[in-house]
């Protein structure tokens, strides 16, 4: 792991104890997040749990990896050549940071320094045409040496074309699975070679196979990782116009390249072109229309958001709990609507929250909104 950076950084504890908490059981980017800002320290959170989920009508405890599981896990990275990479820490990707509820730790292998370079995401079709694969290849290397890097997710077709487009110049693979169970195997050597100009990364934990519902997830971060994401061949239902979807949802740029009405592989692309899409030729399209953005402020380099202020306001009680179950369901509402209902301080609802998220009772959506599962 190569980086040029330097910037605030956790102890070798405090990452230990970060990794047990994400790895537990129930807890996700948005209630890590929740529990570091009441808390204060991942330890402290951990130590904490079993009272939480009691409260939240768990019936059972929520299984907390040890230290010697978690020491494992980082002993695996550094025999792959990856690390632990924190958000706020100097080798975090400045665009990741600003998606809602971003990863709190991503392994990464590779060069940390491709993440300052401005990035540009290329997905498409596993079983992309030639023409397709010729054109990603050629996006990849063009955008490459104008100084972008080049982000994919490592599948067959539009993804290898891309990755291997930007090995002269620096791309960055994100895999569903672990670091070291990269999907399909046999871009494995591309991975490796990767990692001499660029990166590949993951939220996921090593060891890791990754399954069907894993890939949206990674998409996600796909997109939140680039100022635009390109495609280049998807048809009607495909993780590629998924990609477009949650971009565009980012506020990211979405380009697509058309293609033949006659070939299905071209028929998502031309939906996203229909629908407002960029149309895109050549390189120069892209850069004309990212250039602007590049150098902007990559947003606030705080770790979390200003959390309610916990002491202002006693523990929720029994009732509290009941009125804001009471005015949860299966439809999602945002957590303000909840506040002004219940009339609590948002401190004992953000905790109430808290509990039932940990219990396996609350389901998370985007904006922030929750409903009981």
């Not at 002491?311 to 509402?333: C, F, H, K, S, Y």
């Amino acid at each position: 792991m190569t980086t040029g950076r330097a910037g605030p950084s956790l102890s070798d504890r405090q990452r230990l104890a970060w990794l047990r908490l994400i790895r537990t059981d129930n807890i996700g980017p948005a209630t890590f997040r929740d529990l570091i800002n009441r808390f204060g320290s991942a330890e402290t959170a951990i130590e904490m749990l079993p009272e939480l989920t009691r409260l939240g009508g768990g019936s059972r405890l929520l299984r907390v990896p040890s230290a010697a599981e978690a020491e494992a896990e980082m002993a695996l990275a550094a025999k792959a050549g990856a690390r632990f990479v924190a958000i706020g820490e100097a080798d975090y990707p400045p665009m990741l940071r600003r998606v809602e509820n971003p990863p709190p730790l991503i392994a990464v292998r590779g060069n940390a320094n491709v993440f300052v370079l401005p990035p540009v995401a290329i997905v498409g079709a596993r079983n992309a045409s030639l023409a397709g694969i010729r054109m990603a290849r050629m996006l990849a290397a063009d955008l490459g040496r104008e100084g972008f890097a080049i982000v994919s997710g490592l599948a067959r077709g539009i993804d290898t074309a891309a990755h291997e487009g930007s090995l002269a110049t620096g791309g960055i693979a994100v895999l569903a699975g672990g670091l070291d169970r990269p999907y399909p195997p046999e871009n494995a050597d591309l991975m490796q070679a990767l990692a001499a100009n660029g990166a590949a990364v993951s939220e996921m934990p090593f060891g890791w196979e990754p399954r069907a519902r894993d890939f949206p997830r990674r998409n996600r971060i796909i997109a939140g990782l680039s100022l635009g994401l390109v495609v280049v061949e998807a048809a009607f239902r495909s993780g590629s116009l998924i990609s477009a979807r949650m971009a565009g949802e980012l506020g990211r740029l979405v380009f697509a390249v058309p293609g033949s009405p006659l070939d299905p592989r071209a028929a998502g692309t031309n939906g996203l072109l229909k629908e407002g899409a960029t149309l895109v030729t050549e390189a120069r399209d892209v850069i004309e229309a990212i250039s602007p953005l590049i150098g902007r402020p990559p947003g606030e380099a705080e770790t979390f958001e200003e959390p309610p202020d916990f002491t202002a306001t006693p523990p929720p009680g029994d009732l509290d709990r009941e009125r804001v179950i009471e005015a949860l369901g299966p439809v999602p509402t945002g957590v303000d609507e909840i506040i002004r209902h219940t009339g609590l301080h948002p401190a004992q609802v953000f905790m109430i929250l808290l509990e039932l998220d940990l219990a396996g009772r609350l389901e998370r959506h985007p904006g922030g909104q929750v409903s009981l599962v």
